[in-house]
């Protein structure tokens, strides 16, 4: 079974930082896009950051912009999220994904994780 387990949310107060691991499992990942989103209670699903197969090329979306950094770790077949000067507008559910291209559209990610929840205090 193919999975993406995410980890590292919890709640933070604002200024702090995270940072959110996708580690798959039941298949490799390395010829994949592993992008980010997120829902807020009652919003639609938001582009948070992509990153490229080879980690070449990345993207995020402008709420994050600067803030937040997406990477690859190969030899550990994991994706992270340093997250760095939250806000409380940036609690939510934090979910990774995989892609066959490079693209902020999440109809186009095959493969979602259970989400990991992040909170940021005031």
């Known amino acids: 079974q193919v999975q993406l387990v995410e980890s590292g949310g919890g709640l933070v107060q604002a200024g702090g930082s995270l940072t959110l691991s996708c580690t798959p499992s039941?298949?490799?990942?390395?010829?994949?896009?592993m992008g980010w989103f997120r829902q807020a209670p009652g919003k639609e699903r938001e582009f948070v950051a992509v990153?490229?197969?080879?980690?070449?090329?990345?993207a995020y979306g402008d709420s994050v912009q600067g803030r937040f950094t997406i990477s690859r770790d190969f030899k550990k077949n994991t994706v992270h999220l340093q997250m760095n000067s939250l806000k409380p507008e940036d609690t939510a559910v934090y979910y990774c994904?995989?892609?066959?291209?490079?693209?902020?559209?999440?109809?186009?990610?095959?493969?979602w994780g259970q989400g990991t929840q992040v909170t940021v205090s005031s």
């Open positions: 990153i490229s197969w080879s980690g070449g090329s990345s």
């Open positions: 039941g298949r490799t990942f390395s010829s994949y896009a």
């Open positions: 994904a995989a892609a066959p291209l490079f693209t902020r559209d999440a109809a186009t990610y095959d493969y």
